[in-house]
């Protein structure tokens, strides 16, 4: 029933930032008791969990993206945005916004580590590639 849907610009230059937004159907992002979160995969290796916003509206960030990294959401259209500064042509991926039903990562001196292996629903994903 749930469905997600990332738009954004697809083409970035080094030291800009990323945004991209996910618009969510067939449920709403603070009624529904679930983990709305971006994920990425670099050309050639797997996928890396980003950060997740919860339906109460707390935030979880990767320890090695954080300091570049802000999710925030849009009650009013039910979309959920990644925004990733200061890129590099090694944030060159396939982001997806996905979302689960459990808690996403676990907290550990300070910082979110990911703990789930799959998601329970995902969009379609965007590539974004950093170039001059």
């Known amino acids: 029933q749930v469905q997600l849907q990332e738009s954004g610009p697809g083409l970035m230059k080094p030291s800009q930032t990323i945004s991209l937004t996910c618009t969510v159907s067939?449920?709403?992002?603070?009624?529904?008791?679930?983990?709305w979160g971006w994920i990425r995969q670099p050309p050639g290796k797997g996928l890396e969990w980003i950060g997740s916003?919860?339906?109460?509206?707390?935030?979880y960030y990767s320890p090695s993206l954080k300091s570049r990294t802000s999710i925030s959401r849009d009650t009013s259209k039910n979309q959920f945005t990644l925004q990733l500064s200061s890129v590099t042509p090694e944030d060159t991926a396939v982001y997806y916004c996905a979302a689960s039903t459990v808690v996403p990562c676990t907290h550990y001196r300070g910082n979110y580590y990911p703990t789930l292996d799959r998601y329970d629903y995902w969009g379609q994903g965007a590539q974004v590639t950093v170039s001059s």
């Open positions: 916003i919860g339906y109460s509206g707390t935030t």
């Open positions: 067939g449920g709403s992002i603070t009624t529904n008791f679930y983990f």
